[in-house]
């Protein structure tokens, strides 16, 4: 089946570094979400991508999808301790009415 | 906009009872609800789908006898954990999804069964 591969698992940055984070498949998905949990709580919505080549922002959050569809970067500038959580990435299983297949996730954790 | 309701936010209870677990759509009409489950750091497992008026599909290994899903309205769903087992103590997040394949997500309940 589809699968989502994000690398890397987890990250340790100094607070005000840039991070950068990705997402790669062997299959081709049409839309890609990025998605931020704390601990305890579901995940939040940070950005949707329609369009292979797309760059989206949200405040210092870019994320990228992919020529190829096969992939997606998220970045976030200059971090702040609030940023620390786990990052997944999903995008729709098929076409339709489907569910979301999820990446494993990125631990980012900022020392201030 | 997009915001998803969740309630209980945590519960405990005794090994053989039931516990129901409610999904809400505050601000959009879900025409698709999503239930999963997840264990200490690791991704979302996905439980069912389940669309306003029809039943639930199951995820392959997910017993629906046990794990029964109501979705009777736009902007309802229910999640009933019925005979519940210790194994059964997790984090359990519903999400909604609208017209397109943006899902939101709800923050969770914590279900500890003693």
């Given at each position: 089946?589809?699968?989502?591969?994000?690398?890397?698992?987890?990250?340790?940055?100094?607070?005000?570094?840039?991070?950068?984070?990705?997402?790669?498949?062997?299959?081709?998905?049409?839309?890609?979400?990025?998605?931020?949990?704390?601990?305890?709580?579901?995940?939040?919505?940070?950005?949707?991508?329609y369009k292979a080549g797309e760059l989206t922002s949200n405040g210092r959050l870019t994320a990228q999808f992919g020529i190829t569809r096969k992939?997606?970067?998220?970045?976030?500038?200059?971090?702040?301790?609030?940023?620390?959580?786990?990052?997944?990435?999903?995008?729709?299983?098929?076409?339709?009415?489907?569910?979301?297949?999820?990446?494993?996730?990125?631990?980012?954790?900022?020392?201030? | 906009?997009?915001?998803?309701?969740?309630?209980?936010?945590?519960?405990?209870?005794?090994?053989?009872?039931?516990?129901?677990?409610?999904?809400?759509?505050?601000?959009?009409?879900?025409?698709?609800?999503?239930?999963?489950?997840?264990?200490?750091?690791?991704?979302?497992?996905?439980?069912?789908?389940?669309?306003?008026?029809?039943?639930?599909?199951?995820?392959?290994?997910?017993?629906?006898?046990?794990?029964?899903?109501n979705h009777a309205s736009l902007t309802l769903s229910t999640l009933t954990v019925t005979s519940a087992h210790p194994e059964d103590s997790s984090?359990?997040?519903?999400?909604?999804?609208?017209?397109?394949?943006?899902?939101?997500?709800?923050?969770?309940?914590?279900?500890?069964?003693?």
């Open positions: 089946g589809q699968q989502l591969n994000q690398s890397p698992q987890s990250m340790f940055i100094q607070e005000g570094e840039d991070v950068s984070m990705n997402c790669t498949s062997s299959s081709i998905f049409n839309t890609w979400l990025w998605y931020k949990q704390e601990p305890g709580e579901g995940p939040v919505l940070l950005i949707a991508l992939d997606s970067f998220l970045n976030i500038s200059a971090s702040i301790p609030s940023d620390v959580g786990i990052y997944f990435c999903a995008g729709p299983r098929n076409s339709g009415n489907t569910p979301l297949v999820f990446g494993k996730g990125t631990r980012l954790s900022v020392i201030a | 906009g997009a915001v998803v309701s969740q309630h209980p936010s945590r519960v405990i209870c005794k090994s053989g009872t039931s516990v129901k677990i409610e999904c809400r759509s505050l601000d959009f009409q879900a025409t698709t609800m999503f239930w999963y489950r997840q264990f200490p750091k690791q991704s979302l497992m996905l439980m069912a789908t389940s669309n306003e008026g029809s039943k639930a599909t199951y995820e392959q290994g997910v017993e629906k006898d046990k794990f029964l899903i984090f359990y997040i519903c999400s909604a999804r609208g017209q397109s394949y943006e899902q939101y997500f709800g923050p969770g309940t914590r279900l500890t069964v003693t």
